[in-house]
């Protein structure tokens, strides 16, 4: 079995860096294989790539600490991605008997394990999407900031206000909620407005009070109307910071000539699409996947989340981005190059973050993953190491054993390990 293990802080005497985080120190990750081709040496320090060189040529300094170095002989070293899609308050919640617990312990609890499985898969940021108002009122809210407070250092943890109504009688209420998430500490505002009576009026709303606190916005859509699209579209045009909309699963039903209009409408307002090829989500009906390879010929940047992990809406949900990239280009058409965009560089844009590549100057948030191509990676990702700020944070190890056979005497299959018992 694979075995992820987060890593403990660093002791309280190091340094810290200049965003207030303890610095790490000097790492050295030795003999990486990039995506096109080359093997490296790649020093980190004071959570930056510090340099890439040829195999060898680098250092980890004179009085490098112990574990300063990191053997990546066999590994393919990738930006980290980020999971751009998840529901923290409602994950892991599939088994529980009777009904889901929100109580504030209970929903910390499960969102802090949520971040951590979806660390071990190479997630070092996610966004998650938080309900506010009804019945859990801000307090689940609350449970899931407490969560990302403890998670800091080994991952970013963002979160969406998800109000139900925002319109009419029974939408002021939420409109209040809302300002007070974001209040709260909330930085990003979202809803599902499929599902208020005015599903227009819900927008504006959400885009008002987006810009009054110079929020990015997150909504839910199935993007059944495209019409409404179309007027979502045009309201949310140059809105800054952003606007993300997401999973769209209905437009994968639309005409062609509908389907294109409607993917150069959404390029010209510079809307992010994200997609959730491994399954829904409960805010929304649909399990589709959009039609990526023609939102990308218009434009549109595509990224690819997750969805649920382990709730009613998907009791399979494994919340693993790499798998979400294998889904873009085993059944999606997407190069592999592109489906691994739509996890990693795309997603981290989506989330407000800077770029990552492997190269001097960028940030060390990076994945090594076993394997000698992209391609193979997406086939195979089993063993994983985890790289936050210039500090592995995670590793996943998994070894595969046979027994004795002529096949392998005879082939030179390449071996994993060997397995003495029968």
């Known amino acids: ?160 206000a998800m109000p139900r109504l925002l319109t009419g009688a029974a939408g002021a209420d939420g409109l209040a909620m809302l300002r007070d998430a974001l209040k709260m500490g909330a930085s990003v505002v979202g809803g ?49 910071p952003g606007v993300t909309l997401g999973p769209c699963a209905a437009l994968a039903r639309l005409p062609a000539e509908s389907a294109a209009r409607t993917a150069d409408q959404l390029a010209a307002a510079g809307v992010t699409v994200v997609c959730l090829p491994q399954g829904g989500c409960g805010a929304t009906d649909r399990r589709d996947t959009p039609p990526v390879r023609l939102l990308r010929a218009a434009g549109v940047r595509i990224a690819a989340g997750s969805g649920t992990l382990r709730d009613v809406s998907n009791p399979v949900g494994r919340g693993d981005p790499l798998e979400a990239a294998y889904l873009l280009a085993s059944r999606h058409g997407l190069r592999p190059e592109e489906a691994y965009d739509a996890v990693s560089t795309s997603a981290r844009a989506a989330l407000g973050l800077p770029e990552v590549r492997v190269e001097a100057g960028f940030p060390a948030d990076l994945l090594a993953v076993r394997g000698d191509s992209l391609a193979g990676a997406l086939s195979l990702a089993y063993s994983r190491i985890v790289i936050h700020r210039g500090r592995v944070v995670a590793r996943t190890s998994a070894v595969r054993e046979y027994c004795d056979s002529a096949a392998e005497e005879e082939l030179g299959l390449p071996r994993q390990g060997r397995s003495t018992s029968p």
């Open 1 to 160: 079995m694979p075995d992820s293990q987060p890593q403990p802080p660093p002791p309280s005497g190091t340094p810290a860096s200049p965003d207030g985080q303890q610095d790490p120190g000097v790492l050295l990750l030795c003999g990486a294989r990039l995506t096109d081709g080359r093997t490296v040496d790649v020093r980190l320090g004071r959570g930056r790539i510090e340099a890439v060189g040829t195999t060898g040529s680098l250092t980890a300094g004179p009085v490098a600490a112990p574990g300063a170095r990191v053997d990546l002989d066999g590994y393919l070293l990738l930006p980290a991605p980020a999971e751009v899609h998840a529901h923290a308050d409602t994950a892991l919640s599939a088994d529980v008997e009777g009904p889901v617990s929100y109580a504030p312990e209970d929903v910390q609890r499960r969102a802090t394990e949520a971040a951590l499985l979806q660390l071990g898969h190479g997630a070092t940021a996610s966004r998650a999407h938080v309900r506010v108002g009804d019945v859990q009122g801000l307090g689940s809210l609350a449970a899931v900031l407490q969560a990302r407070r403890s998670l800091r250092g080994l991952a970013e943890v963002t979160t969406v």
């Open 192 to 240: 599902c407005p499929d599902l208020d009576p005015d599903p227009t009026g819900y927008v504006e709303a959400v885009l008002e009070v987006a810009s009054e606190h110079g929020c990015p916005v997150d909504l839910h859509t199935d993007a059944a109307d495209p019409a409404r699209l179309a007027r979502l579209a045009a309201m949310a045009g140059g809105l800054r």
